[in-house]
């Protein structure tokens, strides 16, 4: 097995990290290995079912969206325009 040492981490994440292993029982170490796994080889059965529910969410999303139009955003930009120059206008005859 190779060893990997990590430098210059914030105290921060250090203490967090030894918290995150208190929680799950576990060495500082240890902990650090299975963050590692986790964000290198994944938990296929958890990613899948993570994948699974952004894919549900994002079809209800879709579903519920049908047939609306969305405004551009050179719309939106010259709306923003518009009102900021009522804003303008408003203060200047104010003055």
Known sequence: MATLTV?????????????RAAEH??????????ILRLALTGDDAQ???ERQRITE???EFRRR?????STS?????????????KTLARSEKGD
Do not use: F, K
């Open 57 to 59: 969410r994002l079809a």
């Open 65 to 69: 969206t049908a047939g609306r139009g």
């Open 25 to 34: 029982g576990r060495s500082a170490e240890a902990e650090h290995r299975e």
């Open 7 to 19: 430098r210059n981490l914030g105290e921060d994440v250090v203490r967090r990290l030894r918290m």
């Open 73 to 85: 955003a050179a719309q939106l930009l010259q709306e923003v325009r518009a009102e900021r120059m």
């Open 47 to 49: 990613q899948q079912e």
